[in-house]
């Protein structure tokens, strides 16, 4: 939900300054303003967010392009390429290493998807020839455990919790 907002704010902003007739400063300040704002609110760190606005500020110098360049497209392209820039962690993914076990833990908002998405994390890497298995460490969520059942029978998926336990980590002790 959240990522909806900020992507229909960035959007809006863009859309704002394409609907401008003469892309000047003042239209670039005014559509950085306001995804500057977007990310603000969006919780992300202040320090990504004027590193930005800088570089998008030191790509796009309107007083150097020439008469013929789309600049509504240049500052579109460099905002997009920024963006995908705070997205890279800078490092390659995670990956498990074969005889070795991984316990990887998805974290995040009520409603958000987790479960779902760790069953299709579970069953790609079956698909892969891994050996997945499921633990139901959401112990406050009634019903939890019976959806993470419901996906990971579906997917041929070995799965553990519990009805009765409510601290998690003793659940994964006795997994």
């Known amino acids: 939900m959240v990522l909806a907002e900020l992507g229909g704010s ?40 004027r590193d930005m606005q800088t570089n998008i500020k ?4 309107l007083e150097d392009l020439a008469a013929g360049h789309n600049k509504r497209r240049i500052i579109q392209q460099a905002v997009f390429n920024e963006l995908c820039k705070i997205l890279d962690p800078g490092k390659p993914s ?26 299709k994390y579970a069953f790609y890497h079956q ?27 579906k997917a041929k998926i070995p799965f553990y919790g519990s009805y009765m336990e409510s601290d998690p980590v003793k659940l994964l002790w006795k997994g």
Request: charged content about 20%.
């Open 127 to 153: 698909k892969k020839g891994w050996k997945p298995a499921l633990v139901c460490a959401d112990t406050f969520r009634a019903g939890a455990f019976d959806q993470l059942k419901q996906n990971a029978t």
């Open 10 to 49: 960035i959007s809006r902003a863009l859309q704002q300054m394409s609907n401008a007739t003469i892309i000047d400063e003042k239209v670039l300040n005014d559509c950085l303003n306001d995804i500057t704002r977007a990310l603000l609110q969006s919780d992300v760190q202040f320090k990504l967010v």
């Open 58 to 61: 030191n790509i796009v110098n």
């Open 94 to 119: 995670f990956t498990p290493k074969k005889g070795k076990t991984s316990v990887v833990m998805f974290v995040g908002l009520q409603g958000s998807g987790k479960t779902t998405t760790c069953t």
